[in-house]
C-alpha cells in the first residue's frame, strides 16, 4: 500500500463531497431546539436515547459556572478528574473513571486533538469558553467510536454555531496581578455566518516561578447555513509558563515551558434521502519547548514539534431495520524532536455500527466494532455493544459492554532525562470494560446510578523500585478498576426565577495485580473518593450567584475539600462578575506535590454592542 497516496485519495474525495455539497438540495428542516443530539456512536442520537454514560454541560452550565476556563469547569463534573499545576489550567492533566492523562480523547466539533507527544497536552486544546455551545462528556471506552486514546472517555467540545450580530469587549483583573482582555465579533448573514475571538491573559503568577502569559484566537465561519452547511475552523492557543516544580521532583523551582497548539479543519453535513454523510480534513499543530533551568537552554532543553494530517468520512443511513453508521478515519503524524527523534506513524480506522429498536422501540440493541491500523503496532479490533430498556416515561435501564485500545505516545517510547526513562520495547494497552446504570428524568428532577469494571492488561505506568531511582515506563501486568457513579439534578423556581442543585458521587478503586514495582507516578493516585456539589441561584432580576464544592480522597489517604463562587450583574449590555476560588483558603496539591493557591479573586467587566 502506498500510504501517501491513500490519504490523499481520501482527501480529493471528501473535497468532491464538499464541492458537491451545493448540488444537493433539501428543505430547511424543523429542529426542536429543547432536544439535544449527541455524537456518541456513528448514529446520532438524542441525549434521552442514549444508552451509555454520556453528560452534556449545557449552555445556560457554562455562562453560570464558577469557572474561567474549561480546566477549572471540568473539576465541576462528577467522574472527571483535572489534576492542575497553577491557576487558568496552565498545565493540567484530564482523567476520567480514573485511568491516565494519556487516555482521554479531547475533540472539538468532531476534529480529534489528541497529541502523539505525550497526553500531558491533552489541555492545552481547551478554547475559551466565549465560543462553546456545549460539552459532552463520554464516559466509559469509546474506542469503538472515536478509536484509539479513547480509552476510558471522551470529550467533545461543540462550538458555537447559531450567532447574532454583535461585538463583545471583556477585561479582567483578580489576584496575582492576573489580567485579561477579550474581544469578540460575530455576524450572521443571509446564508453564513462568522464568529473571531481573540483573548490574552496573564498573571505574575501565586508564588516564585509561575507567572504566565497566553494568547488564543478562535476563527469559524459557516457557510450554506440553510440546507447543508460546510464549517471551516482554526484555532490558535499559546502558553508561557513558569514551572515551579511542575515536573518531576518538586526541588526542581526554576523549569520553564513553552506551548503551541493549533487546528485548522473544514467539515460538512450532506443530506440526501434517508443518507447523511459527514466528511472532514483537518491538520492538527503541537509545539512544546522546555528548559529545566529557564532561560539557559545550554543546561537541559527539549524542543518538540507535531504535526498530523487527517481525513474522515461518516455515513449514516436510515432504513425499516434500523439505523447503520459506517465511518474511516485516516491521519499520519510526524514528531520532530530533539530527545525523542523523529518518527512517523500511519493510522487508519473504520467503525461500523447498527442499531435495533425493538419491543415497540422500548428495547434498543446497539452492536458495533472499530478496526485499526498503525505502521508500528499493526491490526487491532475491538467490538461493543450497547443495550438499554425503556421502563416507562422516566425510566430507562441500560448496560454496555466494549474492548478499548490505546497505543504508547512518543514520550512513553523514547523520553530521556535525569528523572526518566522511555522504553521502546512497551506494548499497547488493552481493557475490557462493562457498565450497568438506570436513569431518571422528568420536568424538574433527573439522576443516573452505574456500575463500571473495566479489566485492563499491559496498563502503561512510570515506576520505580526505589525512591531514588529514575522513572521507567513499563506495562503494569494487570489493574482492575471498580467504580460507583451516582448523580443528581433539581431544577425549579423562586419568585419566577429558575435555580438548579446538583449533587454527584464517584467511588473508584484500583487494583494492580501482581505488580513488583513500589512506587507508581500516575495509576496509584487516582480518586478514591469525589462529591460534588453546585447551586446555581437567582432571586432577582440582574442578580446570579453560583456556589460549587468539590471534595476528593486519594488512594494514599489524602483529602480536601474546595469551595467557589460567583456573582453575575447584568445591566442592559453590560455584565459585571466577580469570582472567588478557594474560599475558605484550603492546602492541597492536586499532583506532582504541586501546592495550589489559596484564596483568590478574579473580577471582569463586559460590555455588548448589538
Request: hydrophobic share 35%; no cysteine; glycine share 6%.
Amino acid at each position: 500500500m502506498n500510504r501517501k497516496f491513500s490519504i490523499y485519495e481520501v482527501i480529493q474525495l471528501i473535497i468532491i463531497l464538499l464541492y458537491f455539497n451545493s448540488i444537493f438540495s433539501q428543505e430547511k428542516k424543523v429542529e426542536n431546539l429543547n432536544e439535544i443530539i449527541v455524537k456518541s456512536s456513528r448514529i446520532d442520537l438524542l441525549f434521552s436515547e442514549n444508552s451509555r454514560t454520556i453528560q452534556i454541560i449545557t449552555p445556560e452550565e457554562l455562562q453560570n459556572s464558577t469557572a474561567s476556563n474549561l480546566a477549572d469547569l471540568l473539576q465541576q463534573i462528577n467522574g472527571v478528574d483535572i489534576r492542575r499545576r497553577g491557576v487558568d489550567g496552565m498545565q493540567s492533566d484530564l482523567y476520567i473513571r480514573g485511568g491516565s492523562f494519556d487516555q482521554t480523547l479531547v475533540l472539538i466539533d468532531g476534529f480529534k486533538t489528541e497529541n502523539p507527544q505525550t497526553g500531558h497536552h491533552t489541555m492545552n486544546m481547551m478554547i475559551p469558553i466565549e465560543n462553546i455551545e456545549r460539552i459532552e462528556i463520554i464516559k466509559g471506552p469509546a474506542a469503538r467510536i472515536f478509536g484509539q486514546n479513547a480509552f476510558t472517555g471522551a470529550i467533545n467540545i461543540v462550538t458555537k454555531t447559531k450567532v447574532k450580530n454583535i461585538l463583545a469587549g471583556k477585561v479582567a483583573y483578580g489576584s496575582y496581578n492576573q489580567n485579561t482582555v477579550e474581544l469578540t465579533g460575530t455576524i450572521n448573514q443571509n446564508n453564513s455566518s462568522h464568529q473571531v475571538h481573540y483573548s490574552r491573559n496573564a498573571s505574575d503568577g501565586y508564588r516564585y516561578n509561575t507567572d504566565f502569559k497566553n494568547q488564543n484566537l478562535f476563527v469559524k465561519s459557516r457557510f450554506n447555513t440553510h440546507t447543508n452547511p460546510i464549517d471551516i475552523i482554526a484555532i490558535f492557543l499559546e502558553r508561557k509558563f513558569g514551572a515551579n516544580g511542575f515536573y518531576a521532583s518538586p526541588d526542581f523551582k526554576d523549569q520553564y515551558e513553552e506551548t503551541q497548539s493549533s487546528l485548522i479543519g473544514v467539515s460538512s453535513n450532506i443530506s440526501k434521502n434517508n443518507f447523511i454523510y459527514r466528511p472532514k480534513i483537518y491538520w492538527k499543530r503541537g509545539q512544546d519547548m522546555y528548559e529545566f533551568v529557564r532561560y539557559k537552554p545550554e543546561i537541559y532543553r527539549n524542543l518538540h514539534i507535531t504535526n498530523k494530517v487527517g481525513a474522515a468520512l461518516d455515513f449514516k443511513y436510515d432504513s425499516k431495520f434500523g439505523i447503520t453508521g459506517i465511518g474511516v478515519d485516516i491521519a499520519e503524524v510526524f514528531i520532530t524532536s530533539n530527545n525523542l527523534g523523529d518518527h512517523n506513524r500511519f493510522m487508519i480506522t473504520s467503525f461500523i455500527e447498527h442499531r435495533f429498536n425493538i419491543f415497540d422501540e422500548k428495547f434498543d440493541i446497539t452492536p458495533g466494532i472499530a478496526f485499526s491500523y498503525y505502521s508500528d503496532f499493526n491490526f487491532h479490533a475491538f467490538p461493543g455493544i450497547d443495550l438499554g430498556y425503556q421502563i416507562n416515561n422516566n425510566f430507562k435501564l441500560y448496560g454496555n459492554i466494549g474492548y478499548t485500545y490505546r497505543i504508547p505516545t512518543y514520550t512513553d517510547l523514547y523520553y530521556s532525562s535525569p528523572t526518566t526513562i522511555g522504553n521502546e520495547n512497551l506494548k499497547a494497552e488493552s481493557a475490557l470494560a462493562q457498565e450497568l446504570g438506570i436513569k431518571f428524568n422528568d420536568n424538574k428532577l433527573s439522576g443516573e446510578l452505574n456500575i463500571f469494571y473495566r479489566s485492563s492488561d499491559d496498563l502503561i505506568d512510570y515506576v520505580k523500585e526505589n525512591e531514588d531511582d529514575k522513572w521507567q515506563a513499563e506495562n503494569i501486568q494487570k489493574v482492575n478498576t471498580t467504580g460507583i457513579e451516582t448523580s443528581l439534578k433539581y431544577q425549579f423556581k423562586t419568585n419566577k426565577f429558575p435555580q438548579h442543585a446538583n449533587l454527584g458521587y464517584t467511588f473508584l478503586n484500583d487494583d494492580i495485580i501482581d505488580s513488583d514495582f513500589n512506587f507508581s507516578r500516575y495509576t496509584l493516585n487516582s480518586i478514591k473518593h469525589q462529591v460534588i456539589v453546585g447551586y446555581d441561584s437567582q432571586f432577582i432580576s440582574f442578580l446570579r450567584q453560583n456556589i460549587s464544592y468539590r471534595f476528593v480522597e486519594r488512594p494514599d489517604g489524602t483529602s480536601y475539600n474546595v469551595f467557589d463562587a460567583k456573582l453575575t450583574a447584568n445591566y442592559n449590555d453590560i455584565e459585571l462578575v466577580a469570582i472567588f476560588n478557594n474560599i475558605f483558603n484550603a492546602e492541597y496539591t492536586e499532583t506532582n506535590l504541586v501546592p495550589m493557591p489559596g484564596r483568590n479573586v478574579m473580577f471582569s467587566l463586559k460590555y455588548t454592542f448589538k
